[in-house]
């Protein structure tokens, strides 16, 4: 964003702007934190599969 845009911005409307940046990467960082969730749990499966003496189903 152009500097000169920010500075002519009013209080409101950079707290405006704030708020939803702040919601555009809180629900962004979710989406990544529920990705490498689902990679961890995958690695997991992984690793209790290729452990010797294990049980699987």
């Not at 911005?9 to 405006?16: T, V």
């Not at 990705?35 to 010797?52: M, S, V, Y």
């Amino acid at each position: 964003m152009d500097r000169d845009l920010l500075n002519a911005m009013s209080i409101d409307e950079l707290w405006a702007l704030h708020t939803d940046v702040d919601q555009a990467l809180t629900i962004k960082l979710i989406a990544a934190k529920r990705d490498l969730e689902e990679r961890l749990d995958q690695l997991g499966r992984r690793a209790d599969w290729n452990e010797p003496g294990k049980k699987h189903h």
